[in-house]
Nanobody
């Protein structure tokens, strides 16, 4: 079974930076997109950033200009560079992959989550 392993979370001061990594245990065929979500206490999980198969990146408005998503397909790895962090960025961050499995049928894979805490 495919496993996604995350790393890079931690505690930083406001204005600081972190880089999260996510590595899949094996190559996944039919990838539609790779992405990052986050969930703060008492909040719904939200999409933060995604990168499509053609390399097009998309970001939530709250992080656009501060976060950058990138990938290394040869290593089955993708990253989230987070700059100018703010206390409201504090959350558990989850990486994910959406893969095509048939018309109208996709498969989601999720990482275990990594805690990002930003102090004021």
């Amino acid at each position: 079974q495919v496993q996604l392993v995350e790393s890079g979370g931690g505690l930083v001061q406001a204005g600081g930076f972190l880089r999260l990594s996510c590595q899949a245990s094996t190559t996944i065929l039919g990838i539609i997109s790779m992405g990052w979500h986050r969930q703060a206490p008492g909040k719904e999980r939200e999409l933060v950033a995604s990168i499509a198969a053609d390399g097009t990146a998309d970001y939530a408005g709250s992080v656009r200009g501060r976060y950058t998503i990138s990938r290394d397909n040869a290593k089955n790895t993708w990253y989230l560079q987070m700059n100018d962090l703010r206390p409201e960025d504090t959350a558990v961050y989850y990486c994910n992959i959406i893969a095509f499995r048939g018309v109208g049928t996709n498969r989601d894979y999720w990482g275990q989550g990594t805690q990002v805490t930003v102090s004021s």
